[in-house]
């Protein structure tokens, strides 16, 4: 398998499952923000609810209270009264307004509803100003209260649609169904003990009286009276008293038109009384009810918030981790890669090159060569070949062994690169011979070169492994060709260049012989030959 495919799987084996991951981790994430901005919603929603119900069912009630107080027995004291009872009713106003939510996430008709509210809200400061002014002698404002009332229950039971929480949703509807049936018995209880107070000719409010019944039928469709809720159980255990179902009984006779006692009216009144305080309790209750349920959305959604930022936290750390894994994967499969091509050159170079001296081999000269030469057809006048080997390596082998033949040949390689011009081509030919080619030179200029390196050869002084010093001498052949076209053949340079060698060991060795030529050695070289000279072991 190749290494980039390698690479690919590898990147795929540690993507994939980070992708799997990923995508379920914002699946997650995205839940648990639904789940929050749900909670964050209801938590307002409980807010808003508990101060609407608690404005209905208190702090309206007790401005109501405080000023009829004032208007039938005005003085400092319930002057002071009044003006505390407004002041908490306007806190708590500001404090339902500023904790509705945005107009983004109200419905049109809640929208509408609180628009009504706040006209209903600016008749109740039109109506203190007149109460202070003293125009609501020998009257009373309670009718403009009692729409407020009902329009803060309007906005409460607007509300219900736009809740998630299944908890609170029946709390809201429990509210609502405690609300209204304690308004509509308010209604009730003030038009009945009225007419009772205005003698027999008086009128009969039917609508008015209908009405207290329509909103107290509707309370008790808000609750649900088969549940475990501790307040409806002892809102049902409270209504089924024998004084309740006896007052209930006395409403309905009121409604078809008889008119009770005074002793059976008085009983009446007492019962709707502590049935009207008894609601308000209960819709005291009901309301702070609610609240602690957005106190424990509060807690709940501050939780799914810690555990939002605790994954966001976690797929960042496992993306660094990925990313970590990912980079050193890759770096690791990079020097592979490297380590791959080093060895793939190296025995690329160890397939041309010869390993004892670090010249090309054959074969490296053969594919050098071919380039060398492809280029000094288009460029090059000349191309001479130089052929050497050492006199009488055998004797070397012989005497001092083979490491001192290795060790010999290693130095005169070294000593023929140096020697040698740095363009031109070196290689072991094979044994203790050695060519050489030489690019843009006349065979003048090669045995120039060659001489050059004879008597570098000659100088040296060659440690071998004994520690001795020896000195070896090398015999020369050169040949070279006009780079004309009319003859390309290498082969036959060699030859020629083996040619003019051979003629150099004829002469008497340790000498440079340039073509084919071959001059008749000199007498002292033909003794030189006959003693066996080439080298000199006396170093």
Not at 170 to 179: A, H, V
Not at 533 to 538: K, T
Request: proline content about 3%; hydrophobic content about 45%; charged content about 25%.
């Amino acid at each position: 398998m190749k290494f980039e495919t390698i690479k690919k799987v590898i990147l795929a084996a540690i993507m994939l499952p980070f992708v799997f991951m990923l995508i379920e981790g914002v699946v997650v994430i995205r839940t648990s923000l639904t789940q929050y901005r749900n909670l964050e919603k209801d938590r307002q929603f409980a807010d808003v609810l508990a101060r609407g119900g608690s404005i209905a069912a208190t702090e309206i009630l007790s401005e109501i209270g405080a000023t009829r107080h004032y208007l039938a027995h005005p003085s400092s004291k319930t002057a002071m009264d009044m003006q505390r009872s407004r002041a908490t009713l306007d806190d708590e106003r500001r404090a339902f307004y500023a904790s509705l939510p945005s107009r983004d996430v109200l419905d049109e008709e809640l929208v509408d509803e609180l628009s009504t509210l706040g006209l209903a809200y600016s008749r109740i400061i039109a109506a203190r100003s007149a109460v202070d002014q003293g125009r609501y002698a020998g009257s009373d404002p309670g009718s403009i209260y009692w729409y407020a009332a009902l329009k803060q229950l309007a906005v409460v039971d607007a509300l219900s649609p736009l809740i998630n929480d299944p908890v609170l949703l029946e709390k809201s509807n429990q509210l609502m169904g405690i609300m209204l049936t304690y308004y509509g018995e308010r209604l009730i209880t003030g038009i009945g003990t009225r007419y009772l107070d205005r003698g027999p000719s008086a009128r009969f409010p039917v609508e008015l009286f209908v009405q207290g019944k329509v909103m107290i039928g509707e309370g008790m469709d808000h609750m649900v009276f088969h549940s475990e809720k501790s307040i409806e159980r002892d809102i049902v255990g409270y209504l089924g008293r024998s004084s309740q179902v006896k007052a209930n009984a006395i409403t309905d006779a009121i409604l078809a038109g008889s008119r009770p006692t005074r002793a059976v009216r008085d009983v009446w009144a007492a019962a709707q009384n502590e049935r009207m305080s008894f609601l308000q309790q209960k819709m005291i209750e009901a309301a702070r009810d609610i609240h602690d349920t957005g106190e424990n959305f509060s807690t709940r959604s501050h939780l799914h918030l810690t555990r939002i930022v605790a994954l966001c936290a976690g797929l960042l750390i496992l993306a660094t981790l990925v990313m970590v894994l990912a980079a050193r994967g890759l770096r690791l499969i990079d020097r592979l890669t490297l380590d791959r091509e080093a060895l793939v050159a190296e025995l690329r170079n160890a397939a041309q090159t010869d390993l004892l001296t670090g010249l090309y081999n054959r074969r490296g000269f053969e594919v050098a060569a071919s380039a060398l030469l492809t280029q000094a057809e288009h460029g090059s006048r000349w191309i001479s070949v130089v052929l050497f080997d050492l006199d009488h390596f055998k004797r070397i082998n012989d005497i001092y062994g083979h490491d001192a033949g290795d060790a010999v040949l290693r130095h005169v390689a070294g000593v023929a690169r140096e020697n040698f011009r740095s363009f031109d081509l070196l290689v072991r030919h094979g044994g203790e011979e050695f060519l050489a080619l030489l690019p843009d030179s006349t065979p003048d200029d090669a045995a120039a070169v060659a001489e050059r390196v004879r008597l570098a050869i000659e100088m040296a002084e060659i440690p071998l492994p004994s520690g001795e010093l020896l000195k070896v001498t090398a015999s020369f052949g050169c040949a070279g060709r006009a780079n004309d076209g009319a003859s390309r053949n290498f082969e036959d340079l060699v030859k020629r260049a083996d040619l003019a060698l051979y003629a150099a060991k004829a002469s008497g060795r340790n000498c440079v012989v340039s073509g084919p030529v071959v001059p008749a050695p000199p007498q002292e070289e033909r003794r030189k030959a006959a003693s066996g000279g080439g080298f000199d072991a006396r170093l």
